[in-house]
């Protein structure tokens, strides 16, 4: 089996440690993903904005690196979603068709795929708020969906239930998004902040001391939003969560 | 307040109050006539003064063909805390009894699937279900007109109603009439339009338009409420009691709406096969604008139609269930001719519709029953208010229809959105909202009518994105990395991500170099 590792273009730049997590944790269940040296970024900032013209060599340059694999491994749920759902600026060959189909979400390929029973090295006490991404929950469908009549499920938590110690909170609006959305957060900051300040107070009054999330460009959007206001709220990528970090 | 709170200590020397707001610096009757302040009971037990009354923010301001600027508006909703917690509040509220009211049903979903293909299914064959629509209405009496436009329609009214010499007229909500400038072109003719419906009355008072499709005054608090009734009506501006201003606006209203000439009411549906119309209201006053007068206008957008009287069924269930989260509206009123004596008219508007359903990717828009539902979940429309779209319609049914009436001046609004999805999955008809969304970003940017700012920028993103060595080059940094990466590209030329959040913490190293520095971990190091 050959895995390919994803690490997005923001995990990249700002958040080093969870794209080493991911590769860590996988290679705990024996799988030594492939890191494709010349990986940028899926295309995405420039499709949120409805230019996909733009995104089409960068969606190119993804096809080009990840072509051959039979799984790509990525450790974001917007990413994902963008791979699998949006990339149609360039031609949709085999080749394209297959790399988009065998793309998953870090948490999807160790829930469905490797369908895990355990991270015995796992601990993580203390009380944590998970924060559903919106594309990895209405578009890649981690988990059921308060506005439909369907029955209760999430892949993320059934995984961080398997954690040692590890508590969870329920937040008064479970799956409201954050106000990141990618380019809303630069064009529209007065209701990006909004729903970010919002968000971050719900995790605070439902008692977190965690946020854990399986995006971490919705953390980082939160993150700005709990400093800013006082909130000692710490966040937390899932993989790093799974992998072992205690803290 | 801290500092007039210091002000007061240091100036009568007495120890800070508790509550500031027992007492002002320049509070005369809490003073002797020598000037001390009085500490005995009754001068330091006055009451807690409500704090001033928050001015309610206003909508968008209209530029002539210069898009909506959605972000400034937003930013006076949110600037006004009282109005945007009450806002969010209220409207997520409704959303919970949806949710309530979605549980205790358990074939929802079927429900949503059959009435998104009934809908599917009338809009494929459009033309026969007019057709056979306008056959039965008027074999019922009823005369049937037909509109291109909103101009052609205020025409058509303005005709039937000279013809009976009409010069008041009162009309239940529509939002039709909203799209065809109705009261405004009824003001020029000199006819009196009086809206029944509460919210629109307070919404016609104020001379704002409905800020949403449901609940037309949902941004106003009471006070305001009060406020334009004072100015208006002549009530008392520091009563805002909910009662008190019902029963105002009630026997103010009657007497207008008894000495009316014509009544005009929209329809929620409108059956091909009987000819008949349905209205649904809480108010009941659709029935009044309907049967006080002899005479009853109604104005039907051409996509209100459904086949048969038993496909009626499916959309009462998810309507109002969807809207408000009751089961049902007070009322829902089957018209089916002129009563007695009287006159009916239905005036059947396009006014863009036609050319919607000819769009592949928009024109499941038009299978939308106008429930509200996905206003009401939108986390971006609760905390702007309905206003700030700056159009007819707001909300994400707003994002994907007010384009097609105004392609530049609505360019901005596809991206006041996360595309997080929640319209889409409470939409009783299963309209694909937030894809429809994503899809207009598309369609505008391909035309070039995303602003250039905007695209020369994705340009560049793109250019470096798809080459690794400048991609590496532009990250090394923090600094560069935050130039390079789009989402916080503009950070530094609109400083817009700092408004309200910090920055994130500059990394040691990429991934990419802990990677090459370490070969993936495998030498051990961190
Ligand atoms: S788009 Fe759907 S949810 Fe929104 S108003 Fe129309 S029917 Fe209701």
Redesign the interface.
């Known amino acids: 089996m050959r895995v390919a590792l994803f690490?997005p273009?923001?995990?990249?730049?700002?958040?080093?440690e969870v794209?080493?997590a991911t590769?860590?944790l996988l290679r705990r269940f024996g799988i030594d993903p492939e890191?494709p040296?010349?990986?940028?970024?899926c295309?995405q900032?420039?499709v949120?904005?409805?230019?996909?013209?733009?995104?089409?060599?960068?969606e190119?340059?993804f096809v080009r690196n990840f072509a051959g694999f039979d799984y790509i491994v990525v450790p974001s749920g917007s990413c994902t979603h963008q791979i699998r759902c949006?990339m149609t600026a360039i031609d949709q060959t085999e080749e394209v068709r297959q790399v988009r189909e065998r793309t998953f979400e870090l948490v999807e390929f160790l829930h469905d795929v490797l369908k895990v029973d355990g991270f015995p090295w796992a601990e993580f006490p203390h009380k944590v708020s998970y924060h559903n991404n919106?594309?990895a929950l209405?578009?890649i469908f981690h988990g059921s969906?308060?506005?439909?009549?369907?029955p209760p499920y999430s892949k993320p938590l059934n995984l961080l239930r398997m954690v040692k110690g590890l508590e969870l909170v329920e937040k008064a609006?479970p799956?409201?998004?954050c106000?990141?959305?990618?380019?809303?957060?630069?064009?529209?900051?007065?209701?990006?902040?909004?729903?970010?300040?919002?968000k971050v107070r719900d995790h605070a009054s439902a008692g977190a001391e965690y946020v854990v999330s399986a995006d971490s460009?919705c953390m980082?959007?939160q993150?700005?939003?709990a400093?800013?206001l006082g909130l000692p709220l710490k966040f937390r990528h899932i993989a790093q969560v799974l992998n072992g970090d205690r803290a | 307040m801290k500092e007039s709170h210091e002000q007061r200590r240091a100036k009568d020397g007495l120890p800070a109050l508790l509550h500031e707001a027992l007492g002002t610096p320049d509070d005369g009757g809490a003073k002797s006539g020598s000037g001390e302040r009085l500490t005995h009971g009754e001068a330091t037990s006055r009451p807690l003064q409500p704090p001033p009354p928050e001015r309610q923010p206003r909508g968008a301001k209209v530029h002539h063909r210069r898009p909506v600027d959605?972000?400034?508006a937003?930013?006076r909703f949110?600037d006004a805390p009282r109005h945007?917690k009450m806002h969010?509040e209220r409207l997520?509220d409704l959303r919970q009894k949806r949710?309530r009211q979605?549980?205790g049903?358990?074939e929802?979903?079927t429900l949503r699937e059959l009435a998104s293909s009934i809908k599917q299914h009338t809009l494929a064959h459009l033309g026969d279900h007019l057709e056979r629509f306008e056959a039965q209405a008027s074999a019922n009496g009823i005369h049937v007109h037909w509109a291109q436009d909103g101009a052609e329609h205020n025409r058509i009214v303005h005709g039937i109603l000279s013809d009976h010499g009409a010069r008041r007229l009162i009309k239940s909500k529509s939002m039709l009439t909203e799209e065809t400038g109705f009261r405004h072109y009824m003001q020029g003719v000199g006819i009196e339009v009086i809206e029944t419906d509460l919210g629109e009355r307070i919404q016609q008072l104020d001379d704002e338009a409905p800020s949403h499709i449901v609940v037309p005054a949902v941004h106003k608090l009471r006070s305001d409420v009060a406020e334009v009734f004072a100015r208006t009506l002549g009530t008392d501006p520091n009563n805002d009691d909910v009662h008190y201003l019902a029963e105002q606006q009630r026997e103010k209203t009657r007497p207008l709406i008894l000495g009316a000439d014509a009544g005009m009411t929209g329809a929620n549906f409108a059956v091909a096969e009987t000819g008949t119309f349905v209205v649904c209201t809480n108010e009941g006053n659709a029935d009044l604008s309907a049967n006080v007068p002899p005479l009853h206008i109604a104005s039907i957008g051409i996509e209100k139609l459904i086949p048969r009287i038993a496909d009626l069924g499916v959309f009462i269930r998810l309507l109002s269930r969807s809207a408000l989260g009751s089961p049902i509206t007070q009322y829902t009123s089957h018209f089916r001719g002129p009563r007695h004596g009287g006159e009916m008219h239905v005036v059947l508007v396009d006014n863009g519709r036609s050319a919607r359903l000819g769009e592949v990717d928009f024109w499941e828009s038009l299978k939308c029953i106008r429930c509200g539902a996905c206003m009401n979940?939108c986390?971006?429309y609760r905390?702007?208010g309905g206003l700030s779209y700056g159009a007819t319609y707001s909300g994400p049914i707003g994002l994907i229809l007010d384009p097609t009436f105004d392609r530049r001046r609505y360019s901005s609004l596809?991206?006041?959105?996360?595309?997080?999805?929640?319209c889409?999955?409470?939409c009783p008809v299963k309209i694909d909202i937030h894809k429809q969304i994503?899809a207009?970003?598309?369609?505008?940017?391909?035309t070039h009518d995303?602003g250039l700012g905007?695209?020369a920028l994705?340009?560049a993103?793109?250019?470096v994105?798809?080459?690794?060595k400048l991609?590496r080059a532009a990250?090394a940094t923090?600094d560069g990395?935050l130039k390079v990466?789009?989402?916080?590209?503009?950070?530094n030329r609109?400083n817009?991500?700092t408004?309200?959040?910090?920055?994130?913490?500059p990394?040691?190293?990429?991934?990419?170099?802990?990677?090459e520095r370490t070969h993936?971990?495998e030498e051990g190091a961190?």
């Open positions: 690490v273009c923001y995990i990249d730049a700002f958040e080093p794209g080493i590769l860590k890191y040296f010349d990986q940028t970024c295309g900032p420039m949120n904005a409805g230019c996909h013209n733009e995104a089409k060599a960068t190119e340059l949006h919106c594309n209405r578009g969906m308060s506005e439909r009549r369907e609006r799956d409201e998004c106000g990141f959305g990618g380019t809303f957060s630069v064009f529209e900051p007065a209701v990006s902040v909004k729903m970010g300040q919002d460009s980082l959007h993150q700005g939003c400093d800013r | 959605h972000n400034e937003a930013q949110i945007e969010d997520w949710d979605m549980h049903i358990p929802w979903e979940t986390p971006v905390r702007s596809p991206f006041a959105s996360t595309l997080n999805g929640s889409t999955n409470v994503f207009w970003r598309k369609a505008l940017a391909e995303i905007k695209q994705m340009k993103a793109g250019a994105l798809s080459h690794p991609y990250i923090a990395a990466l789009p989402d916080f590209a503009v950070t609109l817009t991500w408004q309200g959040r910090d920055m994130p913490e990394p040691r190293e990429t991934f990419h170099q802990w990677y993936g971990g961190q």
